[in-house]
């Protein structure tokens, strides 16, 4: 137990290196560092026997959390997964991309770069949808997230009458609130465009918006990554059902 411990915690610092080195604006690949800090105290304490030191209730207590919370983190993923694969239905009323990181030279993010290539797609077969872009401007971006999004679909070829700007939103409850501004929420039919992860989130926090017909589209997401995505999401879904979002 001890060395699995110990190598579970080098793991789990190693793999928030990399996630670190994407520099995606954001220090959550720190939860990472503090994770293998913590399986690398509990191996140390396990192999010197301070758990045996505790109580035997406290130890039972301990346990019976973790397990409780280990179950409802696997209920979280079993709902994200449910979702990930959505594909949104043909020819919607509007499609809102939601925003992410800008890069200094104005390009967008992988993470970024993935809803946008969905959104494209998805506006190319289906003309007479509209397009929202959500996203405000960031310490470390160059320009808001809509207009780095409005720039790179029109660069594919989407026309400019088609897509509607929304410049003000820091995260995804503003960004299904602000852009219900631009649409009709009681008749509208419409599909949030954001990565596989974020689908579940997205759209239910849309749906207790009081967007009546709405659906997810998909986008991708680089497998190597998606643990920490999936960690975060998780993260996310209990931050918004706390604050009535969900």
């Not at 983190?73 to 509007?94: K, R």
């Amino acid at each position: 137990m001890t060395i699995l411990l110990a190598l579970l915690g080098v793991a789990a610092i190693a793999y928030g290196v990399t996630v670190m080195m994407l520099n995606s604006g954001t220090p959550f690949f720190a939860v990472w560092y503090l994770l293998g800090a913590l399986l690398l105290l509990s191996a140390i304490a396990t192999h010197v026997g301070w758990w045996a030191l505790f109580p035997v209730v406290v130890r039972r207590v301990a346990v019976v959390l973790l397990v409780v919370l280990l179950a409802v983190f696997a209920g979280m993923q079993v709902l994200i997964l449910g979702q990930a694969g959505s594909q949104g239905e043909p020819d919607l009323d509007c499609i809102v991309v939601l925003g992410a990181q800008v890069r200094p030279d104005g390009s967008p993010s992988g993470v970024l770069r993935y809803r946008l290539e969905a959104a494209c797609a998805y506006l190319q077969e289906n003309p007479n949808t509209r397009c929202i872009v959500s996203g405000g401007q960031g310490p470390n971006e160059p320009c808001s997230e809509a207009d780095g999004m409005a720039d790179y679909l029109e660069s594919q070829g989407i026309a400019p009458e088609r897509i509607t700007r929304e410049d003000r939103s820091l995260n995804t409850q503003q960004n299904i609130q602000n852009s219900m501004a631009f649409l009709d929420p009681e008749t509208d039919t419409v599909g949030i465009v954001t990565n596989d992860f974020h689908i579940f989130r997205a759209t239910r926090i849309a749906q207790k918006a009081g967007i009546r017909h709405v659906c997810g589209i998909s986008a991708y997401s680089v497998p190597w990554y998606q643990p920490n995505n999936m960690l975060r999401e998780g993260m996310g879904i209990v931050k918004d059902f706390l604050a009535g979002n969900l």
